[in-house]
């Protein structure tokens, strides 16, 4: 609700939405390398020593003041972040002019995930049994609505208006980097030209995004983040595994034909398949 009344969209704003753990920070590193290639070199870039998280705000956590204002003072085009379901978008983000890139993926590993994360926050979460916790995300309960719901949402705004929405899933990007990298870059109106091309740059983005690179950086292993000073959990959790189908290690194949049936039956006849 302080959202609704207090954000202020600007048409050119480029919004990076998922659901925890889809890869957003991933997706967060891609897309300021991307947008900043010709500011900094990939030698002694930011992400060399500031954590992902830092690098592009969500709308809905506010830091510092308390307020949008750090948003606010940020220059055109903003890159921002939101795990909000769409229908919940302050109005004048959703009658404005901004891209909006959308990362999916499988639910199973997605609760997978998120499970290992919460056990790692150090303040502000009770811990729970992974049964329970999954029969809560198969029921929908998530802080951002039911997951498939979320999905959904943009997944059939990617279909009536593929210029303003870009659907993206974790499992294609962990195939093929280069090519999402390079269709993340038309997209949001900085192609890589050919020049770039050829002297590898698109590869040189992959590369310094990568979960090896990225995962065993100092900035990313050692400390904590706070969220609005609520939620304080370590630097290194939003790094686990960074592997397509690891849920094999940790539910039973009941548990993921139960969730697989689920999602099936929600998305039915949308064409979405996760
Ligand atoms: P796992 O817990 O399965 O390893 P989010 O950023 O939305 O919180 O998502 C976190 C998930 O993305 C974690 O998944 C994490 O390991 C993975 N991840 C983080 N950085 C990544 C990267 N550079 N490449 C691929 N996956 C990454």
Not at 41 to 57: A, G, N
Not at 198 to 227: A, H, M, W, Y
Not at 254 to 261: A, F, I, V
């Amino acid at each position: 609700m302080r959202l609704q009344n207090s954000f202020k969209a600007r048409h050119d704003d480029i919004i990076l939405v998922s659901n925890p753990k889809c890869g957003t920070i991933w997706l967060k590193a891609l897309a300021f390398t991307i947008i900043n290639r010709s500011r900094f070199d990939f030698d002694h870039h930011p992400l060399l020593t500031h954590h992902p998280q830092r690098v592009v705000p969500f709308i809905e956590i506010f830091q510092g003041n308390n307020d949008l204002s750090n948003i606010e003072k940020l220059p055109s085009p903003r890159l921002l972040a939101t795990h909000m379901p769409l229908s919940l978008f302050p109005e004048s983000l959703a009658t404005s002019n901004c891209l909006i890139v959308y990362l999916c993926r499988d639910p199973k590993d997605v609760f997978v995930s998120r499970w290992h994360f919460d056990n790692k926050i150090v303040v502000g979460y009770n811990k729970i049994d992974l049964e329970v916790a999954f029969n809560m995300f198969c029921e929908g309960f998530s802080e951002n609505g039911p997951f498939w719901d979320h999905c959904l949402e943009y997944w059939k705004e990617s279909i009536t208006k593929p210029e303003k929405f870009l659907f993206i899933k974790y499992e294609n990007m962990k195939s093929d980097p280069m090519k999402h990298v390079i269709r993340l870059a038309e997209f949001i109106g900085v192609p890589f030209s050919d020049k770039e091309q050829q002297d590898g740059v698109p590869e040189e983005v992959v590369r310094l995004c990568s979960f090896d690179n990225l995962s065993g950086l100092k900035t990313n292993q050692i400390g904590e983040l706070s969220r609005d000073d609520r939620i304080v959990l370590e630097r290194s959790a939003f790094f686990r595994e960074g592997k397509v189908g690891d849920w094999v290690n940790h539910m039973s194949q009941e548990m993921g034909r139960k969730l697989d049936h689920i999602v099936e039956e929600k998305l039915k006849g949308s064409g979405l398949v996760l």
